[in-house]
Antibody, heavy 120, light 107 residues
């Protein structure tokens, strides 16, 4: 059974760096064809894809966030990470991580989400 | 970026009805289209991938189709459990993008 769980600071101030952790089980990011994606959703709004990381450490980012994103992984501990620098109120959202299996290509299992509020 | 134009933005239907939700891609995405169902306060659940493939465990009342750059999600024999927001998603090309969502209410 594949499970994922996001964790984060809950609340942070503008200009700070947001650090999110995705802890997962049921698959390994060292296995060929496996990946983890990050997606966010402001309250009452649509989904926005942020970044993907693959088993071979290939990384892809949404250019709309310019160079503020960094995705990484720790295969030994079954974790993936996302950092967003210089946050502002527009980054307030629920952040999800999701597994991607290359055989399907889609995000087929999602975590429950971590709520993040940026406020002074 | 590939734009996914989803319609309608909301709809209301009765128990037992058949409904169709549409997504139009701004350029060719082949069959790299999926549909998610999201209930209030929950994470999205994969329903359809590859435009027409039913995810394991999803009732066969759900089906996906494609006509050119037009993609559709059809739900037959609507039940109360089908209420929620449905999102289309293209994974053909980075950056991945989503439609704006369709809120389905069961009368």
């Amino acid at each position: 059974q594949v499970t994922l769980k996001e964790s984060g600071p809950g609340i942070l101030q503008p200009s700070q760096t947001l650090s999110l952790t995705c802890t997962f089980s049921g698959f390994s990011l060292s296995t060929y064809g496996m990946g983890v994606g990050w997606i966010r959703q402001p309250s009452g709004k649509g989904l926005e894809w942020l970044a993907n990381i693959w088993w071979d450490d290939d990384k892809y980012y949404n250019p709309s966030l310019k160079n503020r994103l960094t995705i990484s992984k720790d295969t030994s501990n079954n974790q993936a990470f996302l950092k967003i620098t210089n946050v502002d109120t527009a980054d307030t959202a629920t952040y999800y991580c999701a597994r991607i299996a290359m055989v399907k290509g889609v995000m087929d299992a999602w975590g429950q989400g971590a709520s993040v509020t940026v406020s002074s | 970026d590939i734009q996914m134009t989803q319609s309608p933005s909301s709809m209301s239907a009765s128990l037992g009805d058949t409904v169709t939700i549409n997504c139009l891609a701004s350029q060719d995405i082949g069959n790299y289209l999926s549909w998610y169902q999201q209930k209030p306060g929950k994470s999205p659940k994969l329903m359809i991938y590859g435009a027409t493939n039913l995810e394991d465990g999803v009732p066969s009342r759900f089906s996906g189709s494609r006509s050119g750059s037009d993609y559709s999600l059809t739900i037959n024999s609507l039940g109360y459990d089908d209420e929620g927001i449905y999102h289309c998603h293209q994974y053909y090309e980075y950056p991945f993008t989503f439609g704006s969502g369709t809120k389905l209410e069961i009368k």
